[in-house]
């Protein structure tokens, strides 16, 4: 690197039978570039034998690499003189095409937006533009599972790489029991954290709670305009970043550096996780539809573009898996040019004042409110709080959420049967008129597909924090205000017969961090300082509360 700092590659040359230079894949990643991220694409040989030099490198302060690791500050000037140099290499043809997911996806935003010479094409999958949004909060609520998992992750190879012994053991037994550590409060003082001679990184997450430079100085979210080569987005709609993917396409679709880049973004969207991606989360099946071929599919896309092969002509700028359409003779899978929709339904809340629970009497309805209606309240308890679509593991997927439905803690809206399927593509909109008797305070809803035989298979959710959703604004307790915001997108097919469910809550824990109920920092807060809150919800005349569903564009 220009500072002096060298960074390590393993490179899979093509057979010695094929011409003497070649396109270069190149992906740049954390994890030991032994690993190859295998876990979700074909070993680099496979590529290296359909005619590629393949790089894959440690990034710095990772593996072999020199210099100091902190997750996205190096990776654009990084990523732009890998390429610089690999088009100086006597094997390169000066073609070079990026490929990886998760924080391999990211390393390929922020070195295009070098513009590197000799960059045609990149491929992001599960990634992010805009870290803040897509990847670490949502409507100012951290995504605490995700965040405090990676996070133990990465410093665990800081601690090793530094000779952190102590440590490094007490980030390995964290580890080892991953998914109840966001359970710990405060989750800021983690004491697997707390090692004197870390890196600061997780910590500064915890922190910086609201879009900042901190944040855009990490991502591309302010130089969208600097993209200017074409991009597979690959997405998975139970993804931890599947909010970072889809927009990030919307983004660089309307926001690229050329007519050209803009033209050439395309997304792919299939019902995975973030590892593995296959046709099965749970107990559930997709069929062997889901298991879409994505090795061949990237290969099409680079022949196409670095071996101007033309074969990914004509292909759909969308392809997206409907979720809930349980008739495998047909396929779940659609194309389309456009997300946007002027279709949509709107569905209106309604009860008699007893919406708790999955028991109570609350209603969707087509028809807006023509009367007076009681308000429905419900309590939120930090030290109970009512879990995310997953429990309390936080894991994502088309779970069953009767169990978690029965609460009194939460409102649950349920329409009757549909007369005729509907097919919901994109982000639902809930506007709810809403007071709490908190100075700070969370919302969350959550859209469901409840089935003929009462299966309340979980298809997407949202949550609005006040101090980020009225951040222009005032903010008071025991004070009506609109709480309007977007639920994570989604496809799926709401069949005849079906009914569509709308679960509020105060709480989707511990997917995310749980609000104190004050102005204490929820990163520090504990139960000596979490308050309960009440939240008292309108739906009549005058404060018609409301959840839209775009459809799919004609």
């Given at each position: 690197m220009s500072d002096g700092c060298t960074l390590y590659s393993d490179h899979y040359f093509p057979p010695a039978s094929m011409h003497a230079s070649n396109p270069t894949l190149?992906?740049?990643q954390?994890?030991?570039?032994?690993?190859a991220s295998t876990v979700v694409y074909p070993h680099p040989v496979w590529f290296a034998r359909h005619g590629y030099n393949v790089v894959i490198q440690d990034v710095r302060g990772r593996g072999d690499s020199e210099g100091e690791f902190y997750p996205f500050r190096s990776e654009r000037r990084d990523g732009a003189e890998t390429i610089q140099w690999l088009r100086s290499r006597p094997e390169s043809n000066g073609k070079i095409g990026m490929y990886g997911f998760s924080y391999q996806g990211a390393t390929q935003l922020l070195a295009a937006a070098?513009?590197?010479?000799?960059?045609?094409?990149?491929?992001?999958?599960?990634?992010?533009?805009?870290?803040?949004?897509?990847?670490?909060?949502?409507?100012?609520?951290?995504?605490?599972s995700s965040a405090m998992g990676w996070g133990l992750q990465m410093l665990r190879s800081d601690a090793r790489r530094l000779g952190l012994r102590q440590a490094h053991d007490q980030l390995e037994a964290a580890w080892s029991n991953v998914r109840t550590q966001p359970l710990f409060a405060p989750y800021a003082k983690l004491p697997a954290l707390q090692s004197t001679g870390l890196p600061t990184y997780v910590h500064d997450w915890f922190a910086h709670t609201v879009p900042s430079e901190f944040w855009s100085a990490l991502d591309i979210s302010t130089s969208l305009t600097q993209?200017?080569?074409?991009?597979?987005?690959?997405s998975g709609w139970y993804?931890?970043?599947?909010?970072?993917?889809?927009?990030?396409?919307?983004?660089?679709?309307?926001?690229?550096?050329?007519?050209?880049?803009?033209?050439?973004?395309?997304?792919?969207?299939?019902?995975?996780?973030?590892?593995?991606w296959g046709s099965r989360i749970g107990d559930t099946n997709f069929g062997s539809d889901a298991s879409i071929d994505t090795d061949s599919l990237l290969l099409r896309w680079f022949n196409h573009w670095l071996k101007d092969s033309n074969e990914f002509a004509g292909q759909p700028r969308i392809r997206h898996f409907a979720l809930g359409h349980n008739q495998p003779a047909t396929s779940r899978w659609f194309a389309t040019d456009v997300l946007t929709s002027t279709k949509a339904i709107t569905l209106y809340l309604s009860s008699?004042?007893?919406?708790?629970?999955?028991?109570?009497?609350?209603?969707?309805?087509?028809?807006?409110?023509?009367?007076?209606?009681?308000?429905?309240?419900?309590?939120?308890?930090?030290e109970v709080p009512v879990f995310a679509p997953g429990g309390s593991t936080a894991l994502s997927g088309p779970f069953d959420q009767s169990v978690l439905a029965q609460g009194n803690n939460l409102l649950v809206y349920t329409s009757s049967p549909l007369p005729e399927p509907i097919h919901v593509l994109g982000s639902a909109e809930l506007t709810l008129y809403c007071s709490t008797s908190a100075s700070n305070a969370d919302v969350t809803g959550k859209l469901v597909r409840l089935t003929p035989d009462n299966r309340a298979e979980f298809i997407a959710l949202g949550i609005a924090r006040s101090s980020y959703l009225f951040r222009a604004s005032n903010y008071t307790a025991d004070?009506?205000?609109?709480?309007?915001?977007?639920?994570?997108?989604?496809?799926?097919?709401?069949?005849?017969?079906?009914?569509?469910?709308?679960?509020?809550?105060?709480?989707?824990?511990?997917?995310?961090?749980?609000?104190?109920?004050s102005d204490i920092a929820h990163s520090l807060a504990d139960p000596w300082t979490w308050q309960r809150c009440t939240h008292t919800v309108r739906h009549d005349l005058h404060f018609p509360s409301r959840l839209r569903l775009p459809l799919l564009p004609e």
């Open positions: 190149l992906m740049r954390p994890y030991g570039r032994d690993i070098e513009q590197p010479e000799g960059l045609l094409c990149i491929a992001p999958a599960m990634t992010a533009c805009d870290l803040y949004h897509g990847c670490f909060y949502h409507h100012g609520a951290l995504r605490l993209i200017n080569v074409p991009a597979l987005h690959v993804d931890t970043y599947l909010q970072g993917s889809y927009d990030g396409f919307l983004a660089l679709a309307q926001q690229a550096a050329t007519p050209f880049a803009r033209q050439n973004q395309y997304l792919l969207a299939g019902p995975w996780q973030h590892i593995p008699d004042g007893r919406a708790n629970s999955s028991k109570g009497d609350g209603t969707l309805s087509m028809e807006p409110p023509t009367t007076t209606q009681p308000a429905d309240h419900f309590v939120y308890d930090p004070i009506l205000h609109t709480w309007a915001f977007t639920l994570e997108p989604t496809s799926c097919i709401f069949a005849a017969g079906d009914r569509i469910r709308l679960e509020i809550a105060g709480s989707a824990f511990p997917l995310y961090d749980r609000n104190s109920s």
